[in-house]
Nanobody, 122 residues
C-alpha cells in the first residue's frame, strides 16, 4: 500500500510558483502531523514544515524564507505546499511525510511518499 503520493512537480521558471499536492491514505492522514521535506542534490534532507491533524497549527522551518504555504484539505485527505518566488536553489526532490511527533521532525515521520522532483531554471 502506498500511503502518501506527491504530485504537481516539474520544471518552473525562476520567479514562478508551484503547488504540490500530497494524497494520503487513511493511516497516514490520521497521524498527528503531516508535512513537507526536501532534498537538494548532494545535501541532507531538510524539514520545511507541517500541519497538525486538526489543521489548526502550521509549522514552518525558521530557516525557510517565508515563500511557502502549507495547508490540508480533510475532505480530500490532501496536503498542499504552495511555493512562490522560486529560485534555482529550490531545485530538489520534495517529499511528503506523516508521523506522530509535534512539529513534524524528520526523525519522527512514520510514512513517506516517494518524492517528486521540482526543477527551477533561470
Amino acid at each position: 500500500q502506498v500511503d502518501l503520493v506527491e504530485s504537481g512537480g516539474g520544471s518552473v521558471q525562476a520567479g514562478g510558483s508551484a503547488t504540490l499536492s500530497c494524497d494520503a491514505s487513511e493511516n497516514a492522514w490520521n497521524r498527528y502531523c503531516i508535512g513537507w521535506f526536501r532534498q537538494r542534490a548532494g545535501e541532507k534532507r531538510e524539514e520545511m514544515g507541517g500541519v497538525d491533524r486538526g489543521g489548526d497549527t502550521t509549522y514552518y522551518n525558521a530557516d525557510m524564507e517565508g515563500r511557502y504555504r502549507m495547508w490540508r484539505d480533510s475532505a480530500k485527505k490532501t496536503l498542499y505546499l504552495q511555493m512562490t518566488g522560486l529560485k534555482p536553489e529550490d531545485t530538489a526532490v520534495y517529499y511528503c511525510a506523516a508521523g506522530d511527533q509535534y512539529g513534524c521532525p524528520d526523525h519522527g515521520m512514520m510514512y513517506w511518499g516517494r518524492g517528486i522532483q521540482v526543477t527551477v531554471y533561470s
